[in-house]
């Protein structure tokens, strides 16, 4: 464990700096424009009754969200990993798959399906069920971000059970602790920091998602920012966005003064599944339950719009072309992600010096800005500071980094936190630079945290579509393009079908990445 400033490797010290500046670097657009806003302007905007009633929200959003995401991720994650639930492999990735599913489709779905003339209302009509409960508003709007947003805890956590050293909840039940009680006093403590991070990100998420509570009518600091922008320009969204980051910068503060102790170590990972018992076959009720209202409700709308939906044009068609540029620029987003979250990630896992810290969390901010805002911000910083690439692919790309890249960082660290430094130690005696060691030890074995980041990158870069909309090049058409110009145009169809490719794509990539995570249970 790297301690102090002497102990701090100065090479890696510098890069981690230069990545996590080269990320906040656009955001200081938002300060610019702020300061462009009338005194008298801003501090209405700032302590108006609205503003207070807006950032409530929120507040209620983001905290509903985290815990239901911690409810349902943890949970899932042990059945999956520890236990002998039938069709493991098959629920592992099933309770995954919510994470394709663009929170704004399944926003509507759910709306269509539910709301007040929704197709299940016209379904149980004929069973005397006239009324159901009411959709719209801060509640729902709760449960539809959980359902797609869960998975962020779901992933980190598996990776933290699937590194854990099995033999110290082996010792503890030799000391006569029952299973519940030596989860709580063993299991709990050693996964906290892989739970902390996907609840960060499901947190960071909620805040932050535009799509969602626009359509479930909750009024949040999203949703403001948006009205603002369209009304009074970008000023006044700069400045609202920096309320916002306020607020996330207190989150992440409060997360890592909570954060638990970081010496965690891995070991002998094999062990037999814990045994449900009379419960095996009712625990996959929970998965099910899941998997149905995430995956089967919106798949069903979007069917519907395929079958009922009028003819449009043929320049509404749908290429085969959107599928690979969406595929091809998502990938290399992970990679790039990837490997600017190395660095960051092991610094952070490996010292306890407060830099170190202040460039982890620096990643975070991009993940917290509303996708339009930080679009804009790309804009403002490509056109200015770097023309000759704006617009073009590799601003796109860099913008994905910006706003996805602590889903990298966070799942990284987690399975760095699970090594031993002492086998770091023991290779650098036998003779390996500091950089052979790591790329010898540190990186194979921290391989499913890897993994998993990339996954995540990869998933929420296809869904992104503020960010593909304002940055792409001209004539750079993606899936995501496609369903925003087929909704715009209120032909249905046109929508269906690139939407229903992204959850199949998607699957198919989670399905891959997940069966490398190298371990047992999958």
């Known amino acids: 464990m790297l301690s102090n400033v002497d102990d701090r490797p100065v090479g890696l010290t510098l890069l981690s700096g230069a990545i996590a500046a080269l990320l906040i670097l656009p955001l200081t657009w938002l300060v610019v424009e702020a300061t462009t806003v009338e005194p008298a302007r801003a501090i209405d905007l700032i302590w108006s009754v609205k503003t207070l009633q807006i950032t409530l929200a929120s507040l209620a959003l983001m905290g509903g969200v985290t815990a239901a995401s911690i409810a349902l991720g943890v949970p899932l994650a042990y059945l999956t990993v520890r236990t002998d ?19 704004y489709v399944g926003a509507f779905a759910f709306v269509s399906a ?22 719209y508003g801060l509640p729902g709007a709760i449960a539809v971000v959980t359902l797609y947003t869960y998975p962020y805890v779901y992933l ?143 798949i069903w709308i979007l069917l519907g719009w395929l079958v009922r939906a009028d003819s449009g044009g043929a320049a509404m068609a749908f290429e085969w072309l959107q599928v690979f540029n ?7 987003a992970a990679a790039v992600a990837v490997l600017a979250a190395l660095p960051v990630a092991y610094l952070a896992a490996r010292s306890d010096d407060r830099l170190a810290a202040v460039f982890e969390r620096a990643t975070y901010v991009g993940f917290a800005v509303p996708g339009i ?32 890249l602590p889903q990298a960082v966070g799942a990284v660290r987690s399975s760095i936190l699970q090594i031993d ?29 890897i993994v998993a980041g990339a996954a995540l990158v990869f998933l929420t ?44 794509i998607s699957g198919l990539s989670m399905l891959v990445l997940l069966a490398q995570d190298g371990t047992d249970g999958l």
Do not use: C
């Open 373 to 404: 805002v930080l679009a804009l911000a790309v804009v403002s910083f490509g056109s200015s500071a770097v023309p000759w690439i704006y617009p073009s692919l590799v601003l796109l790309v860099f913008a994905y980094v910006v706003r996805f």
């Open 156 to 298: 980190t956590t598996r990776a933290g059970l699937i590194a854990f050293d099995s033999r110290q909840l082996e010792a503890a039940r030799t000391l006569d602790s029952g299973r519940l009680a030596a989860i709580r006093r063993v299991v709990l403590p050693q996964i906290r920091p892989s739970i902390a991070a996907g609840a960060l990100l499901a947190a960071l998420y909620a805040i932050s998602d535009f799509g969602t509570p626009a359509i479930m009518r909750a009024n949040v600091f999203t949703r403001r920012i948006y009205v603002e922008y369209h009304a009074y320009g970008s000023e006044y969204a700069a400045l609202l966005s920096l309320q916002l980051l306020a607020i996330v910068l207190v989150v992440l503060a409060l997360e890592h003064r909570i954060r638990p102790d970081r010496d965690v170590t891995s070991g002998d990972r094999s062990a037999s599944p814990v045994a449900l018992g009379r419960w095996r076959w009712p625990a996959t009720l929970f998965p099910a339950t899941i998997a149905l209202l995430a995956l089967a409700v919106p």
């Open 461 to 504: 870069t296809m869904k992104e579509l503020p960010v593909t909309l304002v940055l792409r090049p001209t004539g750079f058409e993606t899936i995501v393009t496609q369903i925003w110009r087929a909704q715009e145009t209120a032909f249905y169809q046109y929508a269906a079908v690139p939407a229903l490719l992204l959850i199949g």
């Open 85 to 103: 639930l039938p069709g493991r492999q098959f629920w592992t990735v099933a309770v995954a798959l919510p994470l394709v599913v663009p929170s």
């Open 421 to 449: 430094p002492r086998l770091l130690e023991a290779g650098r005696t036998l003779g390996d630079s500091p950089t052979r060691a790591v790329r010898r030890i540190t990186i194979p074995l921290a391989r499913s945290g």
């Open 326 to 332: 969406s595929v091809g620029i998502a990938t290399a």
């Open 114 to 135: 539910f709301g007040p003339r929704g197709e299940f209302h016209d379904f149980l009509a004929p069973l005397g069920i006239e009324r159901l409960p009411e959709i």
